[in-house]
């Protein structure tokens, strides 16, 4: 398997590239990122530098690059795994129109484990019918985007099982008791935290809580190599850890 990494010099694209060099399977052809550094292979800070072949695209840069990634997925039919967060509405519909013309596989999480929490998390609000939901995540402080993409993959899982469900980041500016439909969203950062998301089913009477706490960053680039190795042979469309789960 031959593979671009976007964000190249990152914490996971630094991770991914490890990866890539203990399996015998697996090269990384060239290295994208606006940062200097020095690495292996070829990184330059365009994508459309490289001319030469490959087999899938993993993005774990920032969602400013997403046009970027897929022009370049679109134009040379390379699928690309989206592992980058915090992108904005014209982001996803640029996702999508790509996942027309080549296999996209896109997640908010690259952990199978937090996969499971988001599908525990969807029966959880289904059954629980009168329970208050709040979720809150925890990151390290360098991370830029909040609340994480997997914090809002978690909520828009719910949002699918309880359609008036919205989301609330902040209650400071309203004094007002909660209502029913309120998903309670919090960030919390700080230290070198890789991870953690809980999950709050309040009853009046009982509290559940769901979570998943990650240790390591390799947790995700293992998640980004499955998603990659999942994309091999696929037709055009738009694929997440729902179906990687279900193959």
């Known amino acids: 398997m031959k593979l671009i990494i976007c964000g190249a010099f990152g914490r996971m694209g630094r991770a991914v590239a490890s990866l890539a060099e203990k399996a015998e399977d697996t090269d990384v052809v060239f290295g994208v990122d ?7 292979f070829p ?12 087999d899938v695209i993993i993005d774990f840069s920032h969602h400013s690059a997403t046009a970027a990634v897929c022009a370049y997925a679109a134009r040379r ?3 690309a795994v989206i592992a980058s967060t915090g992108h904005t509405e ?12 080549t296999a996209i596989f896109m997640s908010g999480n690259m952990s199978v ?20 939901i709040e979720i809150t995540e925890k990151h390290h402080n360098k991370k830029l985007d909040a609340p994480s993409g997997t914090a809002l ?12 469900s919205r989301y609330v ?18 960030s919390i950062r700080g230290g070198n935290i890789v991870g953690e998301h809980e999950v709050l089913f309040a009853l009046g009477n009982e509290h559940i809580t769901l979570s998943h706490s990650a240790f390591s960053r390799e947790l995700f680039a293992d998640g980004a190599f499955k998603a990659a190795r999942f994309l091999t042979g696929k037709k055009a469309g738009l694929y997440n850890m729902e179906d990687l789960l279900a193959e």
Do not use: W
């Not at 606006?34 to 292996?40: L, N």
């Not at 993959?153 to 008036?164: F, P, S, T, Y």
């Open 113 to 132: 484990g937090v996969a499971l929490l988001c599908k525990l998390c969807k029966e959880a609000a289904a059954f629980l019918e009168g329970a208050d």
């Open 34 to 40: 606006i940062a200097s550094g020095t690495a292996d």
């Open 43 to 54: 990184v330059s800070d365009n994508i459309e530098d490289f001319c030469g072949e490959a």
């Open 169 to 186: 980041y902040d209650r400071s500016s309203v004094r007002q008791a909660r209502e029913k439909n309120e998903i309670g969203i919090h």
């Open 153 to 164: 993959m978690i909520a828009d899982g719910i949002k699918k099982v309880r359609e008036d």
């Open 77 to 79: 039919s390379i699928p």
């Open 90 to 101: 014209e982001d996803k519909a640029l996702i999508a129109a790509t996942a027309e013309k």
